[in-house]
């Protein structure tokens, strides 16, 4: 095949694509408000065609899509079939809100460009590393296994290739790293990579777990749930709609996102300083906790929008963790790019890069296509 690769990824209201000529970024763009009253485009399939119309695909040699839930069964990314495309259907009930997108993606694709290979690319694929005990919930054990409930994990792709660029930067082998890298965009999710192996990690069965994000609430009591049902009256899908779309920053603020937020704050709005209190609180508990499952930290990296761009989060979410060998030296902090932020004798080294899961997801699209030739 030839190295010219598109790679879709399909969000729930948007669609983004890049075209890489080998390593190199040839056509990028996004088409938004899919679905949305008043404007874009009707759904997913039209925004996907769209996009194929407008991108010169001459000698594209595969497509890559990026796909949420991967379940148990895809530990690695996989050429499309018919096969495989129903086994990613059968995994909709776990990802309602995300598969049903990445599946129309790579139906359209699959159907205008018929001969062109298409690979699934698993959002959950790099934490299928996670030990039994990091998997499991306590609850009964045949009611988890029938319903496939278990802590999958996501954002793996930006996670590996964080935590892969971390032992670059630092120039020290992958294979005995290990480093705690916090995804921190419009979702968050944290990870703690061992020797290039996912070992925890803050989502689980759903993106819902964990970090305080943009809209979604992360770690809450799931009596919260019982309670809003019996005592407020509301429904299930309401509540689904409240915890994912209107809690987070945006549930605390009004807004999801983090500029506004620190802009709030910097003005004196407690609502605001209160949310960035929480925000950074819990990311402060999953560092210390992913410190102890690990015994021994050598990085913790911080990506995606807020982590490679908020000084301030990055500050306040180490703050106080000198005792574990974790500081941040300001000036450094303040910098930009690629770069180590923690001072020249701190034990942990603290770094910021600049993650790209478009990238990542054309290197595995390429390496899938290569091995079948
Ligand atoms: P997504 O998760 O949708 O891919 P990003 O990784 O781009 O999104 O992260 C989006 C978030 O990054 C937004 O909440 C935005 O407020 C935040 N962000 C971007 N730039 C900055 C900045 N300079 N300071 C603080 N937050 C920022």
């Known amino acids: 095949m030839t190295d010219r690769v598109l790679v879709l990824n399909c969000g729930s209201s948007s669609v983004k694509y890049r075209l890489y000529d080998g390593e190199t970024v040839r056509d990028k763009g996004i088409v938004e408000r899919v679905g949305e009253p008043g404007g874009g485009p009707a759904?997913?399939?039209?925004?996907?065609?769209?996009?194929?119309?407008?991108?010169?695909?001459?000698?594209?040699?595969?497509?890559?899509?990026?796909?949420?839930?991967?379940?148990?069964?895809?530990?690695?990314?996989?050429?499309?079939?018919?096969?495989?495309?129903?086994?990613?259907?059968?995994?909709?009930?776990?990802?309602?809100?995300?598969?049903?997108?990445?599946?129309?993606?790579?139906?359209?694709?699959?159907?205008?460009?018929?001969?062109?290979?298409?690979?699934?690319?698993?959002?959950?694929?790099?934490?299928?590393?996670?030990?039994?005990?990091?998997?499991?919930?306590?609850?009964?054990?045949?009611?988890?296994?029938?319903?496939?409930?278990?802590?999958?994990?996501?954002?793996?792709?930006?996670?590996?290739?964080?935590?892969?660029?971390?032992?670059?930067?630092l120039e020290r082998p992958y294979e005995q790293l290990r480093t705690i890298t916090l995804h921190l965009g419009n979702g968050a999710s944290a990870c703690a990579v061992d020797g290039g192996r996912s070992v925890a990690t803050s989502m689980g069965m759903s993106p819902l777990e964990g970090l305080v994000m943009g809209t979604r609430s992360g770690d809450l009591d799931p009596t919260v749930i019982f309670h809003l049902r019996r005592e407020a009256g509301m429904g299930v899908d309401e509540i689904d709609d409240l915890l994912n779309h209107r809690s987070g920053l945006f549930g605390l603020t009004g807004v999801n996102d983090m500029r506004e937020v620190q802009a709030r704050q910097e003005a004196g709005d407690p609502a605001a300083a209160l949310a960035l209190a929480v925000y950074c609180r819990r990311i402060t508990g999953y560092v210390g906790a992913y410190y102890a499952l690990l015994g021994r930290v050598d990085a913790v990296t911080f990506t995606a929008g807020v982590g490679e761009h908020s000084p301030e989060v990055r500050a306040a979410a180490l703050a106080g963790l000198e005792r574990l060998g974790i500081a941040v030296d300001p000036a450094r902090n303040a910098g930009t790019g690629d770069r180590v932020i923690s001072p020249d004798d701190a034990e942990v080294a603290v770094c910021v890069i600049g993650t790209d899961e478009e990238r990542e997801i054309a290197r595995e699209t390429r390496a899938v296509v290569g091995a079948g030739r």
Do not use: C
């Open 43 to 169: 759904d997913h399939a039209t925004a996907v065609r769209e996009i194929i119309d407008r991108v010169d695909l001459a000698g594209l040699g595969a497509v890559g899509h990026r796909v949420v839930h991967g379940g148990r069964r895809f530990s690695q990314p996989v050429l499309v079939d018919d096969e495989v495309f129903a086994a990613i259907e059968d995994l909709v009930p776990l990802a309602p809100l995300h598969n049903p997108a990445n599946l129309a993606g790579i139906e359209v694709a699959r159907r205008v460009m018929p001969g062109v290979p298409q690979v699934a690319v698993f959002d959950t694929a790099f934490h299928h590393t996670l030990p039994e005990a990091a998997a499991t919930y306590a609850i009964d054990r045949d009611t988890a296994e029938r319903y496939g409930i278990r802590r999958y994990g996501f954002h793996g792709t930006s996670h590996a290739y964080v935590s892969k660029r971390t032992a670059e930067l």
